[in-house]
């Protein structure tokens, strides 16, 4: 039972390098989701994926790109590592039918950038 | 102005006390109202949801919606240790999810 499963747990960065994080869902859902956590912020959207194909940009889009790369995949993409963007990053999926409200998240992967 | 407001915190209490956790919120469009729980190094999980105005109980836990005030609360009877974590209101609108910035609750045995 694997769910949200999220690539790396840990990762340091120099400012400037840049870093892919990986996803992946195995409970067939549509929509996926990137959010990044700070002290005193709570969750904020980065960006999500209604379905496969299709990605739009959350509150906090500026520094990162996105690519869908089929049903099961979300990679959040860093070109340019920042010291702001040091954070906890969180991929989610939402559920489908009863399950329609709820996002499954992974466990997360905590960023610093030097 | 955020769309969702929640006290930070820190919340401690003794074990087996009644916890209030509370939310508001400025989007009127908003109609599906969550709360996850979040252990220290871990991803939110869904605690329960409501769709539109009401109580819904769940054991030890009612969530309750009053989207006249535009708020919504989160009620823990008998809380114990294990119940220490981080509280996350949510609410859906539009395939988008808006978080609260979590309460922060200690239960002391």
């Known amino acids: 039972n694997a769910g949200v499963t999220q690539t790396p747990k840990f990762q340091v960065l120099k400012t400037g390098q840049s870093m892919t994080l990986q996803c992946a869902q195995d409970?067939?859902?549509?929509?996926m989701y990137w959010y990044r956590q700070d002290p005193g912020m709570g969750l904020r959207l980065i960006y999500y994926?209604?379905?496969?194909?299709?990605?739009d940009k959350g509150e906090v889009p500026n520094g990162y790109n996105v690519s869908r790369l089929n049903k099961r995949e979300f990679s959040l993409r860093l070109e340019s590592a920042a010291p702001s963007q040091t954070s906890v990053y969180f991929c989610?999926?939402?559920?489908?039918?009863?399950?329609?409200?709820?996002?499954?998240f992974g466990s997360g992967t905590q960023l610093s950038v030097l | 102005q955020k769309e969702v407001e929640q006290d930070p915190g820190p919340l401690s209490v003794p074990e087996g006390a009644i916890v209030s956790l509370n939310c508001t919120y400025s989007?009127?469009?908003?109609?599906?109202f969550m709360w996850y729980r979040q252990y220290s190094r871990k991803g939110p999980e869904l605690l329960m949801y409501?769709?539109?105005?009401g109580n819904k109980e769940d054991g030890r836990f009612t969530a309750q919606v009053d989207k006249s005030s535009k708020y919504i609360s989160l009620f823990i009877r008998d809380s114990q240790p294990s119940d220490s974590a981080t509280y996350l209101c949510?609410?859906?609108?539009?395939?988008?999810?808006?978080f609260g910035t979590g309460t922060s609750l200690t239960v002391i045995p």
């Open positions: 409970m067939n859902h549509n929509s």
């Open positions: 994926s209604a379905s496969e194909g299709t990605t």
């Open positions: 989610a999926s939402r559920g489908t039918g009863e399950d329609g409200e709820k996002l499954f």
């Open positions: 409501t769709y539109s105005s």
């Open positions: 989007n009127s469009a908003f109609q599906y």
């Open positions: 949510a609410m859906e609108a539009g395939n988008q999810f808006y």
